[in-house]
């Protein structure tokens, strides 16, 4: 919660108000536009392969800066310093691998799936495996950013936190359901550009409102360093630049290879040209974008420092970092700004619940329906199926963002459970691209051990006592890393066993 100058609740401004409702009901308009394009299977679930590869590329960065990037890159800059934005340096390595390898593979299959070739390489359980551990991971984003996005908003309308999910939950399905792939893509475009627009009018008027000019940001930065990107010592212990280089390396192939959100972006591109340049557009201009947010984070540390008095201690920033940009937001900009800015924000939390729903419904139809139960589905059976499906992943996700209003600590435990099983997919996915010879035994016996190995660094933490010496020595970060590792490369290993065995 947000608090003024003599302890009040600060709030937004009636003309702020009216002109997030403005908004947000222009978004919802504008994304059920495309409704006459998404009347058929192909148009709603990759906008009938026609979109220009700048539009996806605004889409894929727009994926990245989300609402909750919006507010925790400010808030780990502010609290912290820039050791997290060695994640934004690696998208471009992973970019190269993703337009060379990921882009061509996925466009020639023409399988909207990203997890179909993976019953043709391993058999039905490794996409099963896939589709329900993306499914369930896609029900928990949608809840955690309808949760965390409504207890930023809340206090800001005056409105209570469940009345902010339930109607973001009915806005978004509506859209979505309406406008198909296309309302996700094109609403992304125009969030993106809010986004970004208003994140560097933040950051001009921090550096014209220091009182001794824009290089006081600098010299109150460097003095604090906080534009340090981490310690450079090879030890994976502790959160370095190598640790959070490698985390962002996979994290990245990751979402580049087998995360539905983007891989069904490749094909609404109208060539293969244009889904690579969609990549490349994505993926480089990230990386500016991310410094402007985490430089957004460095300013107010030095906007709030030479000015104390501006920030009223209940504000808790030592505590709570990312309340210091929504309450610089509400206190400092002018009259309508604010209100653009913060629907903005919840606009883009729409935009990645609206990408998940899209994402998650294309998967039911063509991984569930079509592939045990009616193979044969015609394109009128097949289109209810997509709406039926969108409308029960948005009840699900919001009744899930709903439940996390009381049971905060069950968020943190889904947290660590997801990352367990979604920890699997990456290692499965390069196994086979990378291991031509690897067969089902191979695959199946590094996803098992792998998920074991991610399992006990996930969980070992907590332990104590008499297994306190089996905890894992490893930063968080390494977890997914290590678990990526483990099941390609015993994948890989158990491969050549059984080819010696075979001889």
Not at 30 to 39: H, L, P, T
Not at 317 to 345: E, H, W
Not at 475 to 500: D, E, K, P
Request: charged content about 10%.
């Amino acid at each position: 919660m947000l608090w003024g100058q003599k302890g009040k609740t600060v709030s937004l401004r009636g003309f702020d108000i009216g002109v997030f409702l403005i908004y947000l009901v222009g978004v919802v308009a504008f994304g059920s536009y495309f409704v006459k394009r998404s009347r058929t299977t192909e148009g709603f679930m990759a906008a009938s392969r026609s979109l220009p590869g700048w539009a996806v590329g605004l889409s894929i960065m727009g994926t990245y800066v989300s609402s909750i990037s919006f507010l925790a890159l400010p808030g780990n800059a502010f609290g912290g310093n820039w050791n997290s934005y060695v994640f934004s340096l690696t998208l471009p390595f992973a970019a190269v691998i993703a337009v060379k390898y990921f882009v061509p593979f996925f466009r020639e299959t023409g399988e909207i799936s990203a997890y179909h070739h993976l019953e043709g390489r391993f058999g039905p359980w490794a996409r099963t495996y896939a589709l329900v551990m993306y499914l369930l991971t896609q029900l928990a984003r949608i809840g955690t950013i309808m949760y965390l996005v409504a207890l930023a908003l809340a206090p800001l309308l005056n409105w209570d936190v469940r009345l902010v999910i339930i109607v973001t939950g009915i806005l978004v399905t509506i859209y979505t359901i309406l406008g198909g792939i296309e309302a996700v893509i094109w609403t992304d475009v125009v969030q993106t550009i809010v986004l970004v627009g208003g994140g560097l009018l933040c950051m001009v008027l921090m550096l014209i409102g220091m009182p001794d000019g824009p290089t006081q940001v600098f010299e109150i930065a460097a003095r604090f360093d906080k534009f340090s990107l981490g310690s450079f010592k090879f030890d994976f212990t502790t959160s370095t630049f190598w640790v959070v280089f490698l985390y962002g390396i996979v994290i990245n192939l990751q979402n580049f290879g087998i995360d539905q959100n983007y891989v069904q972006r490749y094909h609404t591109a109208r060539s293969d040209v244009e889904a690579g340049k969609s990549v490349w557009l994505g993926a480089l201009l990230y990386v500016p974008v991310s410094a402007v947010f985490f430089f957004i984070g460095t300013a107010l540390f030095a906007f709030y420092t030479k000015q104390p008095e501006l920030l009223n201690q209940s504000v808790n920033a030592a505590a709570k970092p990312d309340s210091v940009f929504p309450y610089f937001i509400v206190t400092q900009l002018p009259v309508g700004i604010t209100g653009i800015l913060v629907a903005a924000v919840a606009a883009a939390a729409m935009s990645t619940v609206d990408s998940s729903l899209n994402s998650s419904a294309t998967l039911i139809l063509k991984d569930i329906y079509k592939r045990y139960f009616r193979p044969e589905a015609g394109e009128k059976e097949s289109m209810k199926v997509l709406y039926v499906a969108t409308l029960v992943w948005g009840l699900f996700g919001t009744g899930i963002a709903l439940a996390m209003v009381n049971v905060e600590s069950a968020l943190d435990a889904w947290w660590e459970l997801a990352s367990i099983f979604s920890g699997g997919m990456l290692g499965l996915f390069l196994l086979g691209v990378i291991s031509k010879k690897a067969k089902n035994p191979a695959a199946v016996t590094g996803v098992v051990i792998g998920v074991l190995v991610i399992f006990w660094m996930t969980m070992s933490k907590n332990w104590s006592g008499a297994l306190e010496f089996m905890r894992s020595p490893f930063h968080n970060y390494m977890v997914i890393v290590i678990g990526t590792l483990v099941i390609l490369l015993v994948g890989i290993l158990v491969s050549r066993i059984r080819r010696i065995n075979e001889t």
